[in-house]
């Protein structure tokens, strides 16, 4: 069985190539054909020695997922793309526009595992991981719907953990940081995580200046643990310590995501106790509403008890910001990406 080229970051495939006995500068002379000029088979790779074009011919393909749906938001602009996989299952990446920027969130996992309560991914549990080709494959696809405007910013925040995918993940973003690849720097990345212990650390070691983002929503472990049941896992104080230890290693601040659910952890003391908790850490909070339709029988806090609650942080020296996401009409939004096996219409 063939291999799929868009698995190999700029490092394996020089390494590839090298095993060949050829130059390693080809392997770049590939990537600029496949991310820069978008054909679709090594013989067109005109500048490669024909014995090597037909070699990986014989032992790889370039693999290229359909979009079988592509909605637009009437609210504001953004692209959700549905996109069938080759084993015939689906995942949805979405593209943000705003004035400076043009976001592209991506997909690691068919389904997630972890099953927290506001979002919509794994509400048909965990089907299989993506391939760091088939991450890859969604930024060709956006990047050719965006036409002319050129994608600025990635955010892995899309169906799955991450990190629970770690090899594919890294390969990706090593793939789209790639000066041939999409040339997006690592300040311009960000992966979300529920903070698996372990992964975190490994993550930064490819790539230290990536931004991380933790989801966090709760401000002690068994109130986290209702809404994130792999919080018995992972705790509040390992995430607390993962982040710690990023930024004394990196310099760079991390991020905590906090989704507001009404009758849940949108309270005043909640915000008292998100406070307490991150005393002294330097970090960034994204309040996030949570979003319609994320999840049966959960609803958003209303407007002022959402600034209410962000009075509080802001009081207590916590840097914190709402976040409202965008797409909400084509249920695009943050928490809500379809589950594995949800019909195409």
């Not at 990537?31 to 020695?49: C, G, H, S």
């Not at 979009?67 to 299952?89: E, Q």
């Not at 009404?262 to 309040?287: P, Q």
Request: hydrophobic letters at 40%; one cysteine or more; a positive charge.
């Amino acid at each position: 069985m063939k291999r799929d080229i868009l698995d190999l970051p700029p490092r394996k495939l020089e390494t590839q190539v090298a095993d060949w006995r050829q130059a390693r500068f080809r392997a770049g002379q590939i990537q600029e054909w496949i991310y820069k000029k978008d054909v679709r088979t090594f013989a067109e790779m005109t500048n490669l020695p024909k014995a090597l074009r037909q070699r990986f011919a014989a032992e790889f393909e370039i693999c290229r997922p359909t979009v079988a749906r592509r909605l637009v938001s009437k609210l504001d602009g953004s692209s959700k793309f549905v996109i069938r996989l080759f084993d015939g299952r689906l995942v949805e990446t979405v593209l943000i526009p705003s004035e400076r920027r043009l976001t592209l969130c991506v997909s690691t996992q068919v389904g997630c595992r972890f099953g927290c309560k506001f979002c919509a991914s794994g509400a048909g549990g965990f089907v299989r991981n993506l391939t760091a080709g088939e991450i890859v494959a969604q930024m060709m696809l956006a990047s050719r719907a965006a036409g002319p405007a050129k994608i600025t910013h990635v955010v892995f925040m899309g169906m799955g953990e991450p990190l629970d995918n770690l090899k594919s993940t890294v390969d990706a973003a090593l793939t789209i940081n790639s000066e041939l690849g999409f040339n997006i720097g690592w300040r311009r990345i960000t992966v979300s995580t529920v903070g698996i212990p372990g992964t975190v650390e490994e993550l930064i070691r490819h790539a230290p200046q990536i931004g991380l983002s933790f989801s966090l929503h709760a401000p002690n472990d068994e109130l986290r643990e209702r809404i994130i049941p792999a919080n018995r896992r992972f705790s509040v104080g390992s995430i607390i310590a993962t982040a710690r230890h990023c930024f004394r290693e990196t310099g760079r601040l991390p991020t905590f995501e906090y989704v507001l659910i009404e009758g849940w952890n949108a309270s005043t003391g909640h915000a008292r106790a998100l406070v307490e908790l991150l005393s002294g850490i330097r970090c960034k909070v994204n309040l996030i509403p949570l979003n319609p339709a994320s999840a049966c029988g959960l609803s958003s806090p209303g407007s002022e008890q959402t600034l209410r609650f962000l009075s509080v942080l802001e009081r207590g020296g916590v840097k914190a910001t709402i976040r409202h996401s965008r797409g909400a009409d084509i249920i695009a939004a943050c928490g809500q990406l379809a589950c594995p096996g949800r019909p195409v219409a």
